[in-house]
């Protein structure tokens, strides 16, 4: 199985703060790579697929970066609703897995 | 709307079995993947396997594997997942989600249910 890494698992940030989480992957997985937010209670949505395509109607404050083994998501200028946790999932090869997930803090 | 309804939350004992539903609407069924999630209280997410309702082609992971079963019917666009004998370790947020693919890979969930919770408890 392809191992996802994330971190930090948690982060405390401030509104307003350029905020950056990082994935990396066992192997490569060229660009297969997909960001979740998931939020207390909700079903987790999709922010970012194909490493770097951000999915329509998500704010362009997100956006994604990487190929192989290394990927990040960066969010330019946090905003109150983006505290949530993060995930990352390759979609390379099955088993898909996820990253154990970044908690985003309000600091 | 493209949406996806789970059917509702189950309270089970363990070694009984559950059946639960991911109706999909608004989009064709049978051109994109259903997948499975799991997330234990206060804990990640879990891939637990996939299936392409337009062949019933369906791939589990390895954790999953032999533990619960995927299917899909097609004609009422319905994708399931079951156990024959649950265990308490079993509880869990069960999530299904759409996701499209390309030969031996696939992209994003992009539209999720809302989730099915288990509680397995004596």
């Known amino acids: 199985d392809i191992q996802m890494t994330q971190s930090p698992s948690s982060l405390s940030a401030s509104v307003g703060d350029r905020v950056t989480i990082t994935c990396r992957a066992s192997q490569s997985i060229s660009s297969y790579l997909n960001w979740y937010q998931q939020k207390p209670g909700k079903a987790p949505k999709l922010l970012i697929y194909?490493?770097?395509s951000l999915l329509s109607g998500v704010p362009s404050r997100f956006s994604g970066s990487g190929s192989g083994t290394d990927f990040t998501l960066t969010i330019s200028s946090l905003q109150p609703e983006d505290f949530a946790t993060y995930y990352c999932?390759?979609?390379?090869?099955?088993?898909?897995?996820f990253g154990q997930g970044t908690k985003l803090e309000i600091k | 709307e493209v949406q996806l309804v789970q059917s509702g939350a189950e309270v089970k004992k363990p070694g009984e079995s559950v059946k639960m539903s991911c109706k999909g609407s608004?989009?064709?069924?049978?051109?994109?993947?259903i997948g499975w999630v799991r997330q234990m209280p206060g804990k990640g997410l879990e891939w637990m396997g996939i299936?392409?309702?337009?062949?019933?082609?369906?791939r589990y992971s390895p954790s999953f594997q032999g533990q619960v079963t995927i299917s899909a019917d097609k004609s009422i666009s319905t994708a399931y997942l079951q156990w024959s004998s649950l265990k308490a370790s079993d509880t869990a947020m069960y999530y299904c989600?759409?996701?499209?693919?390309?030969?031996?890979?696939?992209?994003?969930?992009?539209?999720w249910g809302q989730g099915t919770t288990v509680t397995v408890s004596s």
């Open positions: 999932q390759q979609s390379y090869s099955t088993p898909q897995t």
């Open positions: 299936i392409y309702p337009g062949d019933s082609d369906t």
């Open positions: 194909a490493a770097s």
């Open positions: 608004g989009y064709s069924f049978t051109s994109y993947w």
């Open positions: 989600a759409r996701q499209g693919g390309f030969g031996e890979s696939w992209y994003g969930m992009d539209v």
